[in-house]
């Protein structure tokens, strides 16, 4: 079975397609169930299905998606500024995203494939000394993926947003509204409880 879940009149849906017991030969041992997820853009059907992850059942809340270790959840309709962004992701326990590696940066495909210029906040900022990017989760900014002319300080910009179409980084200005990507440990925030 699978449902979908629409991500923006834009960008189009995430879909599940759920499967019964050890379904693939890469499925660890006592895994009962797999979620694979692809995308559907409604810009450009064409482009329809693409693989995006598979992964045990029960490690992420409704409306994440799950990557590696980490649950993801992207935000195109409720625009904010870089701060309240954060405090978002921070109120769903996690932060602003950030990447350590090409493979975490790869996983933007399922997004990266639409044919529009959309920028969303990532957990970058150089606040506190200008050109001492550090991301907001404590974790080493090592791995960068910088557009043509970027970092650039254009008019004062401190914080990090991603060009979903390229998949490259902009420094930016603070305070202009753009989605978020948020990021989490691979495990649900909660249960239901007594």
């Keep these: 079975s699978y449902s979908c879940h629409l991500l923006s009149k834009i960008l189009g849906y995430i879909c599940e397609l759920t499967g019964g017991q050890n379904p693939q030969p890469t499925a660890s041992p006592g895994q009962s169930k797999f979620t694979l997820l692809f995308f559907y853009a409604a810009a450009a059907p064409a482009l329809s299905v ?3 992850s598979l992964a045990s059942d029960g490690h992420c809340d409704q409306g994440y998606l799950l990557y590696g270790n980490f649950c993801y959840h992207f935000e195109i309709e409720d625009v904010k500024n870089w701060r309240d962004a954060e405090a978002r992701c921070v109120s769903e326990q996690g932060h602003l995203v950030s990447f350590q590696r090409q493979e975490e940066l790869s996983f933007l495909t399922v997004i990266q494939q639409t044919p529009t210029g959309i ?4 957990g970058g900022h150089d606040s506190v000394t200008e050109g001492g990017w550090e991301w907001t989760d404590g974790s080493p900014f090592r791995y960068i993926h910088w557009n043509t002319g970027n ?15 390229s998949g490259y980084w902009n420094d930016d200005n603070c305070q202009n509204k753009r ?5 989490r440990r691979g495990e649900k ?4 409880c007594c």
Excluded: A, F, H, Q
């Design 179 to 183: 989605g978020y990507i948020c990021k």
């Design 189 to 192: 925030r909660c249960c239901d």
């Design 151 to 165: 970092p650039d300080n254009y008019n004062g910009e401190d914080c990090l947003s991603i060009l979903i179409n």
């Design 119 to 122: 920028s969303l906040w990532m």
């Design 50 to 52: 693409t693989v995006v």
